[in-house]
């Protein structure tokens, strides 16, 4: 997508600049105004459905975050299972904290596990950490990296253990041709703005199991059997009265939202393989960079490359010598156990090495051949 720039040097290279097919939006968000229909209803169940055939999973449900989704896969899972308080997750230091407090919000504990050259779960440390009390793991495709997901969710089925996987930078990760979600018991997705298939915020649950997928939908809707749109268009005589089976939480998408997705939906793929090709172009032009290191892209793998990362010393002025330049790359992650409230964590020393030395390179829509190109100068200049 072209940018209107006069003098590309200098040009800001921001990390994430979302793009959204702007009158195909308006066209979908203005059916919802014209229905007088913007909540949860009609666009919800029109994507679930899009989402599904797209990613053939057999479920899914529209929340209004990942952060969201990931508590109720872990609060529904726990109910299934008999998960009692205190019991543990083994789960990334090397994520957004969402992944570790949705472990924290169903009163369970987070175990980190280390990362490996992927920057995802290295499964021997996962087997390293597994307890008496371990029930189950949350993985992280990094960026839209699988890493070692398989070798994970065989570890998962050999031990026992549910397997939860946190796909926030996934939509349109393919391992081995297949949409990457049926790995484990759940898989969240996040549609939040920077995300590959932006709205402004929402996500998306993926149960393996028909009766969790039914349970989710009340409990997105404070417990509450039937939905409003439901019951508004149903032909029942008592329209008004529905029951309320449990405390839930207010957690379901709406359908601006799901206007939104559904748009973006239709490009994701194409949008992908723009990122994939930004990524290729950053790979040839740190080739044989010194003092730079590029993150491989795990074997069978076809990733969403949310993130393009390397790994450089003296971190922090490198950032700060790339924004002296104009560019404007982040970090993904600081290490959780950094975090006074994740602070008793067992060490992880490849994350906290990771974490000290990570850069996520500018990758969105609207970036040419030459922006990468004048990254990667800027990288090498301050770099060296
Ligand atoms: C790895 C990861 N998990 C979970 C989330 C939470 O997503 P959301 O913002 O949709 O709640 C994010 C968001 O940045 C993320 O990067």
């Given amino acids: 997508m072209r940018r209107v720039a006069s003098d590309p040097s200098d040009t800001p290279l921001h990390l994430f600049v979302p ?8 066209d979908e968000i203005r059916e919802c105004l014209e229905k007088g229909w913007t909540g949860l209803g009609f666009k919800t169940a029109q994507f679930e459905e899009a989402w599904t ?4 999973l057999p479920h899914g449900h529209f929340v209004n975050s990942a952060t969201a989704g990931l508590h109720l896969a872990v609060r529904l899972l726990k109910e ?4 009692r308080e205190g019991d543990e997750i083994i789960s990334t230091p090397l994520s957004f904290v969402s992944t570790n407090h949705a472990i924290l919000y169903e009163g369970l504990r987070p175990v980190f596990a280390d990362v490996d050259e992927y920057l995802c779960l290295d499964p021997e440390s996962v087997a390293s950490r597994i307890s008496g009390r371990t029930r189950a793991v949350i993985f992280v495709g990094l960026g839209g990296n699988t890493g070692r997901l398989e070798a994970v969710a065989t570890l998962c089925r050999e031990r026992g253990l549910t397997l939860i996987l946190d796909a926030a930078h996934m939509t ?6 297949r949409h990457v979600g049926a790995e484990g018991a759940a898989s969240v997705f996040s549609f939040h703005a920077v995300k590959n298939l932006p709205t402004a915020d929402s996500g998306m649950i993926c149960f393996a199991d028909a009766d969790l997928d039914a349970a ?6 404070l417990g509450i059997d039937k939905d409003t749109y439901t019951r508004t268009h149903s032909d029942r005589t008592y329209k008004w009265h529905y029951e309320v089976e449990h405390v839930g939480f207010k957690y379901h998408g709406n359908s601006i939202m799901a206007a939104l997705a559904l748009v973006a939906l239709k490009y994701v793929d194409a949008d992908n393989a723009c990122r994939r090709q930004l990524a290729a172009w950053y790979d040839e032009g740190l080739a044989g960079a010194a003092g730079i290191e590029t993150i491989p892209i795990a074997p069978g793998c076809e990733s969403a490359r949310h993130l393009y990362q390397v790994l450089v010393d003296c971190r922090d002025e490198v950032m700060v010598g790339l924004n002296q330049r104009g560019i404007f790359p982040g970090v993904h992650y600081q290490d959780n156990s950094r975090y006074r409230m994740y602070a008793d964590q067992p060490p992880c020393p490849r994350a ?9 390179l500018p990758m969105h829509l609207r970036l040419e051949r030459d922006d990468v190109q004048r990254v990667c100068d800027g990288l090498r200049a301050v770099v060296t």
Avoid: K, N
């Fill in 19 to 26: 793009v959204f097919r702007i009158d195909e939006c308006l």
């Fill in 53 to 56: 055939r797209y990613t053939g």
């Fill in 80 to 83: 299934r299972l008999g998960w």
């Fill in 172 to 177: 349109g990760t393919r391992l081995h041709g």
């Fill in 216 to 221: 989710v939908r009340h409990w997105t809707w």
């Fill in 352 to 360: 906290r090495l990771a974490s000290e030395r990570v850069i996520s």
